[in-house]
T-cell receptor, first 117, second 115 residues
Framework: AQTVTQSQPEMSVQEAETVTLSCTYD???????LFWYKQPPSRQMILVIR??????QNATENRFSVNFQKAAKSFSLKISDSQLGDAAMYFC??????????????FGKGTLLTVNP | DTGVSQNPRHKITKRGQNVTFRCDPI?????LYWYRQTLGQGPEFLTY????????KSRLLSDRFSAERPKGSFSTLEIQRTEQGDSAMYLC?????????????FGPGTRLTVL
């Protein structure tokens, strides 16, 4: 079974600075997707960024980018120019790409990000 | 294009009572998922539907839990004879399978408290 580990329960960053959230995963599959979701307090989970395992290029969405290291099974999220609205719980998630359990997301325990003004 | 909606947002019940939650997915999405999230944890998969067919159920889903998706539209999740351990946030998500990356979009959740 696949597992996702987020080793940082909490992180903090100053507004306008850069922060990196860590995620590692364990799988024997070669075809899969990785996701970062953001869950603000008392609000719904929002997709931040998605990475297909077959793509070597790291995904980028505006101020959010990932460092995908397939061999190391590492998938970190970098938030640049942090804003107060970035404060939230961030979840790393894994999904199989084809066959098998290609329907369910497996989540890490999350990292609570605080942004200080 | 409205997002995934869930009702009620909060539910407080006494142990032993039955509760039912509703999820309305994004229109045209053919897959619908239920997850459970307890405090300090990431969401855990419970079950999913493709159209009206329930294709997979997690071992977390005891016999007291039942889910339906009649006509492949909205879905309901019922918990019978609730226990205090059922207290959690129940999240619904939907996706469009077969076209693109099948990304799951989440609703706001229903927070269940069992007294």
């Amino acid at each position: 079974a696949q597992t996702v580990t987020q080793s940082q329960p909490e992180m903090s960053v100053q507004e306008a600075e850069t922060v990196t959230l860590s995620c590692t995963y364990d799988t024997s599959e070669s075809d899969y997707y990785l996701f970062w979701y953001k869950q603000p307090p008392s609000r719904q989970m929002i997709l931040v960024i998605r990475q297909e395992a077959y793509k070597q290029q790291n995904a980028t969405e505006n101020r959010f980018s990932v460092n995908f290291q397939k061999a190391a099974k590492s998938f970190s999220l970098k938030i640049s120019d942090s804003q107060l609205g970035d404060a939230a719980m961030y979840f790393c998630a894994y999904r199989s790409g084809s066959g098998g359990s290609n329907y369910k997301l497996t989540f890490g325990k999350g990292t609570l990000l605080t942004v200080n003004p | 294009d409205t997002g995934v909606s869930q009702n009620p947002r909060h539910k407080i019940t006494k142990r032993g009572q039955n509760v039912t939650f509703r999820c309305d997915p994004i229109s045209e999405h053919n897959r619908l998922y239920w997850y459970r999230q307890t405090l300090g944890q990431g969401p855990e998969f419970l079950t999913y539907f493709q159209n009206e067919a329930q294709l997979e159920k997690s071992r977390l889903l005891s016999d007291r839990f039942s889910a339906e998706r009649p006509k492949g539209s909205f879905s309901t999740l019922e918990i019978q004879r609730t226990e205090q351990g059922d207290s959690a946030m129940y999240l619904c998500a939907s996706s469009l399978y077969g076209q693109g990356t099948d990304t799951q979009y989440f609703g706001p959740g229903t927070r269940l408290t069992v007294l």
